[in-house]
């Protein structure tokens, strides 16, 4: 079993910038590949961003060039760094632990609220 709690959520205004946190408890972290992902109202939760135990990281084309995700497995925490959001960013924002090969997630956090205003 995996706990995790994000963080970092909030509002801003189109082309500002956040960071999202995801702190995990209860499994060895350097050894868990992990995932964001997001939910608008209304659609379903897609896949944002990852990064694998080796830190290879992959991203949703709809923010490539704009999102980085990290990782500290000293802080047990994995980040996501969204710069110039835009309104259509707007989603709760949960962490996940995912399956290495093919990013299926396995446990997830209670999400993070998103909102950017234009």
């Known amino acids: 079993q995996v706990q995790l709690v994000e963080s970092g959520g909030g509002l801003v205004q189109a082309g500002g910038s956040l960071r999202l946190s995801c702190a995990a408890s209860?499994?060895?972290?350097?050894?868990?590949?992990m995932g964001w992902f997001r939910q608008a109202p209304g659609k379903e939760r897609d896949f944002v961003a990852a990064i694998r135990w080796s830190s290879s990281t992959y991203y949703a084309d709809s923010v490539k060039g704009r999102f980085t995700i990290s990782r500290d497995n000293a802080k047990n925490t994995v980040y996501l760094q969204m710069n110039s959001l835009k309104p259509e960013d707007t989603a709760v924002y949960y962490c996940a632990t995912i399956l290495w090969n093919n990013f299926t997630p396995r446990y997830w956090g209670q999400g993070t609220q998103v909102t950017v205003s234009s």
């Open positions: 209860g499994r060895t972290f350097s050894n868990l590949s």
